[in-house]
């Protein structure tokens, strides 16, 4: 397993935390992620045999935020 930590933008409440971890959660090898709208981050833990870290940023990116470089 491995541990990406992301940078963020555009949550603002709950929902949208829900709504990230949601579609992370539809990544095939996502074990788990925890957004944190305070501190702009998202925590993913994955199975990188099933997905890449390429692939967890552009689905965070499809559900409408922006991931900071």
Same mark, same amino acid.
């Given at each position: 397993m $491995?541990?990406? $930590?992301?940078r963020v933008n555009g949550?603002?409440?709950g929902a949208?935390?829900?709504r990230i971890q949601r579609a992370l959660a539809q990544v095939d090898g996502v074990v788990r992620s925890a957004a944190?709208?305070?501190a702009a981050r998202v925590k993913v833990v994955f199975d990188p045999?099933?997905?890449s870290a390429q692939a967890v940023q552009a689905r965070i990116?499809?559900?409408?935020?922006e991931v900071a470089s």
């Open positions: $491995e541990q990406l $930590e992301l949550m603002t409440c949208c935390e829900q944190d709208r305070r045999a099933r997905t990116k499809q559900a409408g935020y």
